[in-house]
Nanobody
Framework: QVQLVESGGGLVQPGGSLKLSCAAS????????MNWYCQAPGKERELVAF????????RYTEPVKGRFTISRDNAKNTVYLQMNSLKPEDTAVYYC?????????WGQGTQVTVSS
């Protein structure tokens, strides 16, 4: 069955960095686009970045442009989110996600807290 397992979250001071990982299994990873979403307290889940199957196309939402970098290693079935210059407003649960064959799959999420 499809599994997405995020890791790498934690508590970091403003201006700090974290690298999130999402290990995928149960499907042909290198065929599908992968997405990172975040959900802050009291807010809806929203897209942060995505990367296409080969990595040829990458997009970011405006709040994270220039600070976050999405990447993937198809040999390791893993997608990453490098988060630099973190701000308190980046505090959220971060989820990886993919969609195929009319189904959407989510990981359990990893908490990122940016606070001094």
């Amino acid at each position: 069955q499809v599994q997405l397992v995020e890791s790498g979250g934690g508590l970091v001071q403003p201006g700090g960095s974290l690298k999130l990982s999402c290990a995928a299994s149960g499907f042909v990873f290198n065929k599908y686009r992968m997405n990172w979403y975040c959900q802050a307290p009291g807010k809806e889940r929203e897209l942060v970045a995505f990367i296409t199957s080969s990595g040829s196309t990458i997009r970011y939402t405006e709040p994270v442009k220039g600070r976050f970098t999405i990447s993937r290693d198809n040999a390791k079935n893993t997608v990453y989110l490098q988060m630099n210059s973190l701000k308190p407003e980046d505090t959220a649960v971060y989820y990886c996600n993919t969609h195929f064959e009319t189904q959407t799959f989510w990981g359990q999420g990893t908490q990122v807290t940016v606070s001094s």
